[in-house]
């Protein structure tokens, strides 16, 4: 079992900064992609940046060019930098992390219990 657990949110005005981060226990054979998904209230949850464990970096449309997404492995942990965040960036941000098993093509998925971003003025 993997703990995953996010931190950093808040509070913020249009067209400020925010950075989550997002730390996951060790696991026995390793962390594979690490996820930041977000559901804003009244929506389903979406992907928002997701990095693998060698550092390729994949964004939502809604994000790219505002968001940058990083991981540090020997730490097992994942930050997002939000900036010029907009009112539609208000959600709860979660992330999921894939941890890979001893079967080559399975993977166990884990998620944290989120971290609410309100971009408000």
């Known amino acids: 079992q993997v703990q995953v657990m996010e931190s950093g949110g808040g509070v913020v005005q249009p067209g400020g900064s925010l950075r989550l981060s997002c730390a996951a226990s060790k696991s026995r054979f390793g962390i594979n992609t690490m996820g930041w998904y977000r559901q804003a209230p009244g929506k389903e949850r979406e992907f928002v940046a997701s990095?693998?464990?060698?550092?390729?970096?994949d964004y939502a449309n809604s994000v790219k060019g505002r968001f940058t997404v990083s991981r540090d492995n020997a730490r097992n942990t994942m930050d997002l930098q939000m900036n010029r965040l907009k009112y539609d960036d208000t959600a709860v941000y979660y992330c999921k992390v894939l941890v890979a098993t001893t079967d080559p093509h399975r993977e166990e998925e884990y998620w944290g219990r989120g971290t609410q971003v309100t971009v408000s003025s």
């Open positions: 990095i693998t464990n060698l550092f390729s970096a």
